[in-house]
């Protein structure tokens, strides 16, 4: 996986993403348009400076990406922060 980048913003395709918070493409595009997703994008600074970390959180995951200034992903943690919905 790698990031790419917009000028100094980086980019990466909703397919990489999606399936790390159990999500298809169109919903999860539909929940980054309505702000049911956050994401954030963090610049390193010092010993970090020249990496950037990218995190998305929907409402059960977080997923966060360390990256070096190539956008080549170091380290990538998935977090779940709720329960999944309860079988019926």
């Known amino acids: 996986m790698k990031v790419?980048?917009?000028?100094d913003r980086p980019v990466i395709a909703a397919a990489e993403i999606?399936?790390?918070l159990e999500l298809d493409v169109?919903?999860?595009q539909g929940l980054m348009r309505?702000?049911?997703i956050r994401?954030?994008?963090?610049r390193g600074e010092g010993q970090d400076a020249g990496r950037f970390r990218l995190t998305f959180?929907?409402?059960r995951w977080r997923v966060r990406l360390t990256c070096n200034g190539?956008?080549?992903?170091?380290t990538l943690t998935r977090l779940r922060l709720t329960s999944p919905p309860a079988a019926p």
């Open 26 to 28: 169109p919903a999860f």
């Open 57 to 59: 959180q929907s409402p």
């Open 34 to 36: 309505s702000g049911g």
């Open 4 to 7: 790419g980048f917009d000028g």
């Open 39 to 42: 994401s954030t994008v963090e």
């Open 70 to 74: 190539d956008g080549e992903v170091l």
């Open 18 to 20: 999606a399936p790390l």
